[in-house]
C-alpha cells in the first residue's frame, strides 16, 4: 500500500505545549497567584494560530485535514473543538475542578492530559508523581462523576473502572464525541491504496445497499497488514478502518466489498447494550449481512483466509 498520508510537524511539541498552558491557567489561579498566570487570551491565540497552520499546509497539498495520518487529525479536530469559546472554557473549569480536588485529596504532583485521545482513562504513578490521561469527553462531567474520575485513580477497582465506562457511554460525553469528530471531507489522497479506493467504494455501497442515504464516515487504511480483523468501525470517532491486507490483487473486490459493508453496517445499526455488554452483531446485523449480493462467496472466500 501507498503511504501517502500528511501529518503535522512537530505534533507532540504542539500538544504538550497546548495541554501545559492549559495546566498553567489552572494551576495559577488555584494557587490563589493571578500575578503569574498563563494568561487564557495566549492559549487561544495558540490554538487558532496552530489551526490555521495546519489548514494551510493541507491546501498547499491539496488535501484536507481527514487526510491526515489519525494522530494528526486527531489533534486537529481537538484544536477545532477548544477553538470554540464555550468548549475552552468547558474544558479548563472541568480541569480547573479536577485538579482542585486533587490537591484536596492528594500529596502527590499531578499532570493532567486531557485530551481527543484514543485512550478513555489512563493513570500512571510512580512514587512522587502521577500522570493522568483523560479524553475530553469527560469535560462535561457532573460533580459525583468528577469524584469516579479521582476514585479511578487514587484507588482503583473493577466497581470504580465499571462506572469510568458507564460515563463514558453516556449521553453528555458522547455529545461531545459528535461535536468534535465533525468530520472535514476527505479526498482520495489518504483513500486510495493500490488497487482499492475506499471512498468510491463506499459511494457505491451507499448508493446499491442504503440508498446513498449513509452519511461518509471517515475511511482509512490501518497501519499493519493485519488478516483476523479486516475491517473495524469505531464509533466515537465515526471511523471505519480497513486492513491494507484487503488491498491487493489476489482480494476479490467483492470481498474488498464486503467487509467494507460490514463495517457500514455497524455505522447503520450502532450497538446493542444488553447487561451492559455491548452486542454489535445481532440477529437484525446478520440478517441485513445477507442482503450481500455475493454474500455466500464473500464469506467462503473470508474463510478460506482464516484456514490458511
Ligand atoms: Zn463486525
Redesign the pocket.
Known sequence: MKKNTISIRNLNDLINSIQNHANEVCKTQLSGNPGVAYPQKSLREEISNNIERVEQNCHNFSCYPADMTDSSYRAYLWLVFLSKEHNLEQHLAFLHHFLERWKAESRKAVSVDLYNSAMVFQCKSSRQNTHVTLNEGFIKSTPAEVETLLACCLHSTQKNLGELRSISRAASYQRIMAAMWQHTPQSSMSTKGEYYDLLSLFHAINRDYFHGTMKAPRLRWGGKKATRRL?Y?HPDSDTITISPFLDQRSIPSYVMEYVLY??M??KKLGLKEVNSYRI??TAQ?KQLEHNFNAYQDAEAFLKSLQKR
Open positions: 475491517g468501525y460490514h463495517e453496517l455497524h454489535a452483531h446485523f
